[in-house]
């Protein structure tokens, strides 16, 4: 291409719009990925200036000239990545509030269920489903202008944060310059922040449920949810009904939960004990190796798949089974869910306990064949007693899995609060519940929904506690022989 | 020792008799709690088997379905009346109709309405659309008369699979008599084949059995998995690497590490109320996404991920540390240049599995409004989709037969999945596995 000299600026301006106009109406993934190869470039830059500042001879830079492209590329990456993310949080809420205050009065003045309704119309038609309501389909023209203009104030933004950054990296870039120093804090920081991860889950899960969970109790009191013993969340249609409310009482679905987790408990146990008891002391090592993993699979096992069992195979199956010897046996019984997650749990309580088995040392085995004892005898009366704070241990994690699972409960049990200790009846539990208040529901503000996160508040903290006390048991135990 | 002697009601007897007397006892105590222990051993084992057996024997009939060769005229009048031949008008055409003619072509005596309906419910409400898909490739059709291999509805399927039983009364069975005689016709004029259900792989859900698939299930667990996987991996690593590697040990690490162990135990379900209130209540990200149930399934990952990392670097002997840090390297170089190439194989190991638990996981996503019946196959991280697990639970409430075939069919597909990821990490850690 010839180009005349006079030619060349305005030329030059006139590419540059057209880049912009190519360019800075972009999708964030186009973005993103623009960023990151820019970055590299930055990196490239950097690297070669490094290099150039010593002419090659790299021993008098203070840093390998790698520190200085990364210290240049963190420099130009990071800022850009802040700002796409904070838009990325922020945009949808904007543009909502945006297009709402836009909207005709007539919406406008709509309580808030209904505007949010409206909202995903309009989200769903921008996604491409069709609508015949002119107001939502004026509301999407808006919104895709919005998020148009949006996207472009967002890519400006980010590529003016992150050269201002780029270049003031590069800039700074000289022989006697600390980079790997500073690459290396860095990288630190971003250690630290990803393992602080951890806690700000911890932190999330608590406030959002326990936010919630007030909202609840400010409707309900404490009290009657936790000693209530009629649960009927399902709020009347008409107002005039009785328990337009609905009731709160969980007591049945506590009930439930500990029914089912007995039942399972005591298949889990006796088992799952025996069997690691078979499996370390008396089992050749290659029956062993065969049968420990086979063991294991049980626990790999997705659990839709145990409540698809539970529900579909072994109900219909335990209630035949009752017709016969002349029983009513529920569709839905505990017993069929409870066997299914006994089943379920049995390696939770069969591989912990067959560690600490093998950890309780030899000389006490050896000296209770010396007194005479039978093999037998030194386990039930030496080896389980010395070992028996890691099987509890063992025994409340499993108890913490089964109080929590969620799947074969949802699929096998039932629906309706029943307070009932016959395991041949149908009991609901507090999983359970929490997935059918919720699923489907998209309003967050009746007592219906709120009462979802007040049971799993009350999971939360059970499976907590029993979490800690088994966690604080086994390492106790595991210092015990080390 | 001294035999000591007890005298009991005159009659001495030594220690010595006693525990004979009693050996055999002992032994057969001995005896009976191996036995118990190997029983219980077996039950779970046995349970095992019936577990899977029983959703293999289930699973094997839904990867064949049955398909009616019909001769269908490809009436220009009732596909493209106006004969514009463009893609719009074509695919609006009434595919419908023709097979209903091509239907009472073959069974001429079919006169009365409620009989013609009848009929007309042999073939698959999806059947219009095969043919149509068929005219759209090649509008040279139209006009011709071309035999179809029309999919069945799944009544007729179940008749000839033996679930739906001859034997039972007409009032108790969903096909009727007549409906059955056609069948034997068809049949009989080998217009009835049976053939790989390609259908089950190659579309989304439906509510008709015989058109249901798996394949929005399983790009959307595809897209769900890929969200943990870039999410979960590289933080899980870096945190455990501080964690193990740089943390000073203080309350905070304390805590922090008290935090993931208990994480690692949090029932899922919680996880499913935090992604709702989070991320999309607050976060305002859209119901259903991949993007929502990978974040997720990051935060349940992340906690499995840290702890198999963790336990990785520490079986890599501090000599090596030592030797890094005596030639001159920083500690943050000592660590990303030795410890962590040498700690991978065993950190990817613990990830696959923790991925591989991620990948059955369907309690949190049932929250966030995964459950949501979505026929489209999803193709972005955004995108309305349902995973795997999830549609095994939503076709497991499907009262229909043919449902609970397809439902082992499709938990038969995510254990093969569960099998190839164990699989591979089974096989990182035969191969890399290091003794120091």
């Given at each position: 291409?010839?180009?005349?000299?006079?030619?060349?600026?305005?030329?030059?301006?006139?590419?540059?719009?057209?880049?912009?106009?190519?360019?800075?109406?972009?999708?964030?993934?186009?973005?993103?990925?623009?960023?990151?190869?820019?970055?590299?470039?930055?990196?490239?830059?950097?690297?070669?200036?490094?290099?150039?500042?010593?002419?090659?001879?790299?021993?008098?830079?203070?840093?390998?000239?790698?520190?200085?492209?990364?210290?240049?590329?963190?420099?130009?990456?990071?800022?850009?990545?802040?700002?796409?993310?904070?838009?990325?949080?922020?945009?949808?809420?904007?543009?909502?509030?945006?297009?709402?205050?836009?909207?005709?009065?007539?919406?406008?003045?709509?309580?808030?269920?209904?505007?949010?309704?409206?909202?995903?119309?309009?989200?769903?038609?921008?996604?491409?489903?069709?609508?015949?309501?002119?107001?939502?389909?004026?509301?999407?023209?808006?919104?895709?202008?919005?998020?148009?203009?949006?996207?472009?104030?967002?890519?400006?933004?980010?590529?003016?944060?992150?050269?201002?950054?780029?270049?003031?990296?590069?800039?700074?870039?000289?022989?006697?310059?600390?980079?790997?120093?500073?690459?290396?804090?860095?990288?630190?920081?971003?250690?630290?922040?990803?393992?602080?991860?951890?806690?700000?889950?911890?932190?999330?899960?608590?406030?959002?449920?326990?936010?919630?969970?007030?909202?609840?109790?400010?409707?309900?009191?404490?009290?009657?949810?936790?000693?209530?013993?009629?649960?009927?969340?399902?709020?009347?249609?008409?107002?005039?009904?009785?328990?337009?409310?609905?009731?709160?009482?969980?007591?049945?679905?506590?009930?439930?939960?500990?029914?089912?987790?007995?039942?399972?408990?005591?298949?889990?146990?006796?088992?799952?004990?025996?069997?690691?008891?078979?499996?370390?002391?008396?089992?050749?090592?290659?029956?062993?190796?065969?049968?420990?993993p086979?063991?294991e699979?049980?626990?790999g096992?997705?659990?839709?798949?145990?409540?698809?069992?539970?529900?579909?195979?072994?109900?219909?199956?335990?209630?035949?089974?009752?017709?016969?010897?002349?029983?009513?046996?529920?569709?839905?019984?505990?017993?069929?869910?409870?066997?299914?997650?006994?089943?379920?749990?049995?390696?939770?309580?069969?591989?912990?306990?067959?560690?600490?088995?093998?950890?309780?040392?030899?000389?006490?085995?050896?000296?209770?064949?010396?007194?005479?004892?039978?093999?037998?005898?030194?386990?039930?009366?030496?080896?389980?007693?010395?070992?028996?704070?890691?099987?509890?241990?063992?025994?409340?994690?499993?108890?913490?899995?089964?109080?929590?699972?969620?799947?074969?409960?949802?699929?096998?049990?039932?629906?309706?609060?029943?307070?009932?200790?016959?395991?041949?009846?149908?009991?609901?539990?507090?999983?359970?519940?929490?997935?059918?208040?919720?699923?489907?529901?998209?309003?967050?503000?009746?007592?219906?929904?709120?009462?979802?996160?007040?049971?799993?508040?009350?999971?939360?903290?059970?499976?907590?506690?029993?979490?800690?006390?088994?966690?604080?048991?086994?390492?106790?135990?595991?210092?015990?022989?080390? | 020792?001294?035999?000591?002697?007890?005298?009991?009601?005159?009659?001495?007897?030594?220690?010595?008799?006693?525990?004979?007397?009693?050996?055999?006892?002992?032994?057969?105590?001995?005896?009976?709690?191996?036995?118990?222990?190997?029983?219980?051993?077996?039950?779970?084992?046995?349970?095992?088997?019936?577990?899977?057996?029983?959703?293999?024997?289930?699973?094997?009939?839904?990867?064949?379905?049955?398909?009616?060769?019909?001769?269908?005229?490809?009436?220009?009048?009732?596909?493209?009346?106006?004969?514009?031949?463009?893609?719009?008008?074509?695919?609006?055409?009434?595919?419908?109709?023709?097979?209903?003619?091509?239907?009472?072509?073959?069974?001429?005596?079919?006169?009365?309405?409620?009989?013609?309906?009848?009929?007309?419910?042999?073939?698959?409400?999806?059947?219009?659309?095969?043919?149509?898909?068929?005219?759209?490739?090649?509008?040279?059709?139209?006009?011709?008369?071309?035999?179809?291999?029309?999919?069945?509805?799944?009544?007729?399927?179940?008749?000839?699979?033996?679930?739906?039983?001859?034997?039972?009364?007409?009032?108790?069975?969903?096909?009727?008599?007549?409906?059955?005689?056609?069948?034997?016709?068809?049949?009989?004029?080998?217009?009835?084949?049976?053939?790989?259900?390609?259908?089950?792989?190659?579309?989304?859900?439906?509510?008709?059995?015989?058109?249901?698939?798996?394949?929005?299930?399983?790009?959307?667990?595809?897209?769900?998995l890929?969200?943990t996987i870039s999410?979960s991996l590289p933080i899980g690593m870096a945190a455990a690497i501080y964690l193990e590697e740089?943390?000073?040990?203080?309350?905070?690490?304390?805590?922090?590490?008290?935090?993931?162990?208990?994480?690692?135990?949090?029932?899922?379900?919680?996880?499913?109320?935090?992604?709702?209130?989070?991320?999309?209540?607050?976060?305002?990200?859209?119901?259903?996404?991949?993007?929502?149930?990978?974040?997720?399934?990051?935060?349940?990952t992340m906690p499995v991920i840290i702890i198999a990392g963790r336990s990785a670097l520490k079986s890599v002997p501090p000599s090596v540390r030592?030797a890094a840090?005596?030639?001159?390297?920083?500690?943050?170089?000592a660590v990303f240049h030795h410890v962590f190439p040498l700690a991978m194989p065993g950190m990817l190991t613990g990830a696959i599995i923790g991925l591989s638990r991620a990948?059955?996981?369907?309690?949190?996503?049932?929250?966030?409004?995964?459950?949501?019946?979505?026929?489209?196959?999803?193709?972005?991280?955004?995108?309305?989709?349902?995973?795997?697990?999830?549609?095994?639970?939503?076709?497991?409430?499907?009262?229909?037969?043919?449902?609970?075939?397809?439902?082992?069919?499709?938990?038969?597909?995510?254990?093969?999945?569960l099998v190839c990821m164990n699989g591979l990490a089974v096989y990182l850690r035969k191969k890399y596995e290091r003794r120091w």
């Amino acid at each position: 291409m010839l180009i005349a000299a006079g030619q060349g600026g305005a030329v030059f301006t006139h590419n540059f719009k057209i880049w912009l106009l190519t360019v800075v109406p972009m999708e964030k993934t186009t973005l993103i990925f623009l960023i990151l190869v820019l970055a590299a470039l930055m990196y490239y830059l950097a690297r070669t200036k490094s290099v150039r500042l010593v002419e090659g001879r790299c021993s008098r830079l203070h840093s390998l000239p790698v520190y200085y492209g990364n210290y240049a590329a963190m420099w130009f990456l990071f800022p850009g990545l802040a700002v796409i993310s904070l838009w990325f949080s922020f945009e949808d809420s904007i543009l909502t509030h945006l297009i709402v205050s836009g909207l005709p009065v007539e919406i406008m003045s709509q309580s808030a269920e209904q505007l949010g309704l409206f909202m995903n119309d309009v989200k769903n038609v921008v996604n491409g489903t069709s609508s015949e309501s002119e107001d939502v389909l004026r509301a999407v023209g808006k919104y895709r202008e919005l998020s148009s203009t949006s996207n472009q104030i967002m890519a400006f933004v980010t590529l003016v944060v992150s050269l201002v950054g780029g270049w003031l990296a590069y800039s700074r870039i000289a022989p006697g310059f600390h980079a790997r120093n500073h690459v290396e804090t860095w990288v630190r920081y971003l250690l630290i922040l990803c393992s602080s991860l951890a806690v700000l889950t911890t932190i999330g899960i608590i406030l959002s449920v326990l936010l919630e969970s007030l909202r609840f109790f400010n409707r309900i009191p404490v009290t009657e949810f936790l000693f209530g013993t009629s649960w009927s969340p399902q709020t009347a249609m008409r107002s005039d009904q009785v328990a337009s409310e609905g009731a709160f009482g969980a007591i049945p679905l506590f009930m439930g939960t500990l029914l089912i987790s007995l039942i399972a408990l005591s298949v889990a146990v006796p088992v799952g004990l025996l069997s690691a008891i078979y499996l370390s002391e008396y089992a050749s090592p290659r029956f062993r190796a065969i049968a420990k993993p086979l063991l294991e699979i049980l626990a790999g096992i997705p659990t839709v798949v145990y409540g698809f069992f539970a529900a579909l195979v072994l109900a219909p199956a335990i209630r035949e089974l009752g017709s016969r010897i002349g029983l009513d046996v529920s569709s839905e019984s505990a017993l069929a869910a409870g066997l299914v997650m006994g089943i379920m749990i049995i390696p939770f309580v069969s591989s912990l306990a067959d560690d600490f088995i093998n950890a309780v040392p030899q000389s006490l085995r050896d000296g209770a064949y010396a007194l005479g004892a039978t093999q037998s005898e030194a386990i039930r009366q030496v080896v389980i007693p010395a070992a028996l704070p890691g099987v509890v241990g063992g025994i409340l994690l499993a108890a913490s899995r089964a109080i929590g699972e969620t799947m074969i409960v949802v699929m096998a049990s039932g629906l309706t609060a029943n307070l009932t200790f016959n395991p041949l009846e149908a009991v609901t539990t507090v999983t359970t519940q929490i997935v059918t208040l919720l699923v489907g529901d998209q309003e967050f503000d009746s007592a219906k929904t709120l009462a979802a996160f007040a049971l799993g508040l009350v999971l939360f903290v059970v499976t907590l506690v029993l979490n800690i006390i088994s966690l604080y048991i086994v390492r106790k135990y595991r210092e015990q022989y080390e | 020792m001294n035999d000591s002697t007890s005298d009991t009601g005159g009659k001495s007897i030594t220690t010595l008799e006693k525990v004979k007397a009693s050996l055999g006892k002992r032994r057969a105590a001995e005896l009976r709690f191996q036995a118990i222990g190997l029983v219980s051993i077996m039950a779970a084992l046995l349970f095992l088997v019936v577990l899977l057996g029983s959703i293999v024997g289930n699973a094997l009939p839904a990867f064949t379905s049955t398909y009616i060769g019909l001769d269908v005229y490809l009436d220009p009048e009732q596909i493209d009346p106006e004969a514009k031949r463009d893609s719009a008008s074509l695919a609006g055409g009434n595919y419908d109709a023709c097979i209903k003619a091509a239907l009472a072509r073959s069974f001429p005596d079919v006169k009365d309405r409620s009989q013609k309906r009848a009929l007309n419910a042999l073939t698959s409400s999806s059947a219009p659309y095969q043919i149509r898909d068929m005219v759209l490739e090649n509008p040279g059709l139209i006009g011709q008369t071309r035999r179809f291999w029309l999919l069945a509805d799944d009544t007729v399927d179940q008749v000839l699979k033996g679930s739906i039983k001859r034997s039972t009364p007409e009032s108790e069975r969903k096909i009727k008599d007549h409906q059955l005689d056609w069948i034997d016709q068809l049949s009989s004029q080998r217009r009835i084949k049976q053939g790989f259900n390609v259908t089950f792989f190659s579309s989304g859900d439906s509510r008709e059995p015989e058109s249901a698939g798996i394949l929005g299930a399983l790009s959307g667990s595809f897209l769900t998995l890929l969200v943990t996987i870039s999410l979960s991996l590289p933080i899980g690593m870096a945190a455990a690497i501080y964690l193990e590697e740089f943390a000073p040990k203080n309350g905070w690490t304390d805590f922090i590490e008290v935090n993931i162990n208990n994480l690692a135990a949090v029932p899922s379900i919680v996880f499913g109320l935090l992604g709702l209130a989070v991320f999309i209540n607050f976060m305002g990200i859209t119901r259903s996404s991949p993007l929502v149930g990978g974040l997720i399934l990051t935060l349940m990952t992340m906690p499995v991920i840290i702890i198999a990392g963790r336990s990785a670097l520490k079986s890599v002997p501090p000599s090596v540390r030592d030797a890094a840090l005596g030639v001159g390297a920083s500690p943050i170089q000592a660590v990303f240049h030795h410890v962590f190439p040498l700690a991978m194989p065993g950190m990817l190991t613990g990830a696959i599995i923790g991925l591989s638990r991620a990948l059955g996981e369907s309690a949190p996503l049932l929250m966030i409004g995964m459950v949501a019946f979505i026929v489209d196959v999803p193709e972005g991280i955004r995108d309305p989709a349902t995973v795997l697990p999830v549609q095994i639970y939503l076709w497991a409430d499907s009262p229909e037969r043919a449902f609970v075939e397809r439902t082992s069919a499709a938990i038969l597909v995510l254990l093969a999945f569960l099998v190839c990821m164990n699989g591979l990490a089974v096989y990182l850690r035969k191969k890399y596995e290091r003794r120091w």
